[in-house]
């Protein structure tokens, strides 16, 4: 069996889906993006596999990764990492199509017979936080993420630190204490801000925070850590076991956040995952992407002991009349009950596309860009 064609689709919202077939006919699905660098990464995908796997026996998917990694004298980033992680997923498809089984099958199997998944809400006052997570509860979601940090000067006001606070007191009055929340603080504060706003943003016990500091400067993260109760997550803009090495080495967060369709697909997170069992460290895999991404999610939890909850953005507890799902032949494949998640059992990511819906979206046209803010003065805030 060989490799022996493949096609790529932009899709909306956001999203790249990778084709990958084979000369006996089987088809896998991996779905390598960089939110904002479509085009890049599709030329990334393009360049690997024209170059490298065409014509190789998909089975052989340790070897592929390293050579994909290796195989060049400049290599990592996020570019590179995530069209070898959408690779990889589609690799890891194939395999589980060939031998009839799931893909935590092939990766040592279950550790668990279901992941609790957890639901983004947002809303731009407090009280429209409170209505969107009310909802949410009501749709069977046990734990919740938010976003309160918004636009940070580099030292701000206590006004601004009140109002992040505000939105997570809402959302905490409204849904009380039996529901965690993730407060997700997204890079965008100075060292100097995090410390005060994760002191002032504790009593509402949240969950974690997020991504209290840029990747950069994760050497002040111990800083953070002396001010405040609550753990702390990150990971999201790592894209390997080398980048996250001294993250847990030294234990730096409680929770590592990789992403399987940016940190090297899932032969890379499941190793990520290990090294942080090894140091005591949770995993809470990142997902703000489509069906194929959260399906290799939904896989690696199966099979990842320290893993605590699911990120997702498909709102899989509507799978009908869902946008996000409609790539999908069946749009209710995810078995959702009571804020968890059953992984699909049929062989490979467990899902098949609906490749007239896939063709037929990526004539639309593709060019999300994230907002680009400024500060008062004219600088460039973080997004």
Not at 184 to 209: I, N, P
Not at 343 to 361: F, N, S, T, W, Y
């Given at each position: 069996?060989?490799?022996?064609?493949?096609?790529?689709?932009?899709?909306?919202?956001?999203?790249?889906?990778?084709?990958?077939?084979?000369?006996?006919?089987?088809?896998g699905w991996g779905e390598?993006?960089?939110?904002?660098?479509?085009?890049?990464?599709?030329?990334?995908?393009?360049?690997?596999?024209?170059?490298?796997?065409?014509?190789?026996?998909?089975?052989?998917?340790?070897?592929?990764?390293?050579?994909?990694?290796?195989?060049?004298?400049?290599?990592?980033?996020?570019?590179?990492?995530?069209?070898?992680?959408?690779?990889?997923?589609?690799?890891?498809?194939?395999?589980?199509?060939?031998?009839?089984?799931?893909?935590?099958?092939?990766?040592?199997?279950?550790?668990?017979?279901?992941?609790?998944?957890?639901?983004?809400?947002?809303?731009?006052?407090?009280?429209?936080?409170?209505?969107?997570?009310?909802?949410?509860v009501e749709n069977g979601?046990?734990?919740?993420?938010?976003?309160?940090?918004?636009?940070?000067?580099?030292?701000?006001?206590?006004?601004?630190?009140?109002?992040?606070?505000?939105?997570?007191?809402?959302?905490?009055?409204?849904?009380?204490?039996?529901?965690?929340?993730?407060?997700?603080?997204?890079?965008?504060?100075?060292?100097?801000?995090?410390?005060?706003?994760?002191?002032?943003?504790?009593?509402?016990?949240?969950?974690?925070?997020?991504?209290?500091?840029?990747?950069?400067?994760f050497d002040a993260l111990?800083?953070?850590?002396?001010?405040?109760?609550?753990?702390?997550?990150?990971?999201?803009?790592?894209?390997?076991?080398?980048?996250?090495?001294?993250?847990?080495?030294?234990?730096?967060?409680?929770?590592?956040?990789?992403?399987?369709?940016?940190?090297?697909?899932?032969?890379?997170?499941?190793?990520?995952?290990?090294?942080?069992?090894?140091?005591?460290?949770?995993?809470?895999?990142?997902?703000?992407?489509?069906?194929?991404?959260?399906?290799?999610?939904?896989?690696?939890?199966?099979?990842?002991?320290?893993?605590?909850?699911?990120?997702?953005?498909?709102?899989?507890?509507?799978?009908?009349?869902?946008?996000?799902?409609?790539?999908?032949?069946?749009?209710?494949?995810?078995?959702?009950?009571?804020?968890?998640?059953?992984?699909?059992?049929?062989?490979?990511?467990?899902?098949?596309?609906?490749?007239?819906?896939?063709?037929?979206?990526?004539?639309?046209?593709?060019?999300?860009?994230?907002?680009?803010?400024?500060?008062?003065?004219?600088?460039?805030?973080?997004?």
């Open positions: 069996m060989e490799i022996s064609s493949y096609e790529l689709f932009e899709v909306p919202p956001r999203w790249v889906f990778l084709r990958l077939e084979t000369d006996t006919g089987l088809v390598p993006i960089v939110e904002g660098h479509a085009r890049t990464t599709v030329t990334a995908v393009s360049e690997i596999i024209d170059n490298y796997l065409i014509g190789k026996d998909p089975l052989d998917i340790e070897r592929h990764w390293q050579a994909m990694y290796r195989g060049r004298h400049f290599r990592g980033g996020p570019i590179l990492m995530s069209s070898i992680a959408g690779i990889d997923q589609a690799l890891w498809d194939i395999k589980g199509k060939h031998y009839g089984a799931p893909i935590y099958d092939l990766i040592g199997g279950r550790s668990r017979d279901r992941i609790e998944v957890y639901q983004w809400i947002g809303g731009d006052t407090p009280a429209a936080l409170a209505d969107a997570a009310v909802t949410a979601y046990n734990t919740l993420k938010m976003a309160p940090i918004g636009q940070f000067r580099r030292i701000d006001s206590p006004a601004t630190v009140s109002k992040a606070c505000e939105r997570v007191a809402a959302v905490r009055d409204a849904v009380g204490d039996d529901i965690d929340i993730a407060v997700d603080f997204r890079g965008r504060v100075t060292k100097g801000m995090a410390k005060w706003t994760a002191a002032e943003m504790d009593e509402y016990d949240a969950m974690f925070y997020e991504e209290p500091l840029l990747p950069e400067h111990p800083d953070v850590a002396a001010h405040s109760k609550t753990p702390l997550a990150s990971g999201e803009r790592m894209y390997s076991r080398w980048e996250f090495k001294r993250t847990i080495d030294e234990g730096l967060v409680d929770i590592v956040q990789p992403d399987p369709s940016h940190a090297g697909g899932i032969s890379e997170t499941k190793k990520i995952a290990s090294a942080a069992e090894a140091a005591d460290i949770q995993v809470a895999l990142h997902c703000p992407l489509g069906p194929i991404a959260f399906a290799t999610c939904v896989q690696l939890d199966m099979s990842i002991h320290n893993a605590i909850a699911q990120a997702q953005n498909l709102d899989i507890h509507t799978p009908y009349e869902n946008e996000h799902l409609a790539y999908l032949d069946d749009p209710d494949i995810f078995s959702f009950e009571n804020g968890y998640v059953t992984a699909p059992d049929a062989p490979g990511l467990g899902l098949e596309i609906d490749e007239e819906a896939v063709r037929e979206r990526s004539q639309t046209g593709l060019d999300w860009q994230n907002p680009i803010w400024y500060h008062h003065d004219g600088s460039v805030a973080e997004w």
